[in-house]
């Protein structure tokens, strides 16, 4: 089912530089693979891209992403957590994603801030509040310019991670969580979605190319 629709209505946006778009969703939702479709249609149209993902994208990050995927970790607390995605996101806003922007490159993102407000708010019970802060100060206030949410439900990412999933079926340490927490992540995905402007939500069950093609509509390609 598709939730819907732009909250913003208009004309077409053709002019992509220096703008930031951000893929978001469940995992196994395809965001990968939209990134990387977005960024080869981008690149066609003479932009310079940049492709990033959250935790991750920058050499510190990296590091931040095996802490935190490793399931060995089970001491890492639901502060601990969001305080290393929090760091991964700065080191990533500093390093990467304001340079590039300010090049007038334009950036392409698996995942963001949204994350933490879906995973460690409505799934692991943090203050939204406090999340709202570390956020804020971790991105220097650097918002998303368009934001796409990939929507599918819980039941159908758990089956795709344990079916699909790129690391053979096997899951890692926050994949490994039972399908409660994904209902509320979703849920988190959704209300958080409402709170923002820019936001598209895109039914994630739809095949790759459909959900490709709804991005580039959204982004003024017809
Ligand atoms: P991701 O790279 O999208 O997963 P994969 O490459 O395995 O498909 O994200 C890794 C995991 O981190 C994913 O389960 C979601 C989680 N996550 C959070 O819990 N909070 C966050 O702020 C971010 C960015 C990711």
Redesign the pocket.
Known sequence: MAFGLALQQGGKIRNLKGKFIVFEGL??TG??TQVKRLSELLQREGLTVVTT????GTPLGEAI?RI??DNKNHALSSLS??LL??A??HQLTKEVIRPALEAEKTVVS????M??L???GY?RGIDLDLIQQLNAAATTGLRPDFLFLIDVTPAVAINRMTTFG??GGRR?R??AEDIAFYERVQKGYLEAACEETGVYIIDGELTEEKIAEQVAVRLGFC
């Open positions: 995992d196994a965001k990968s993902r959250e935790p991750g992403r935190l995927l957590e969001l995605f929090v991964s996101r698996s995942r963001y801030m994350s933490s879906a995973y460690q799934g790129k690391k890692d926050i994949e």
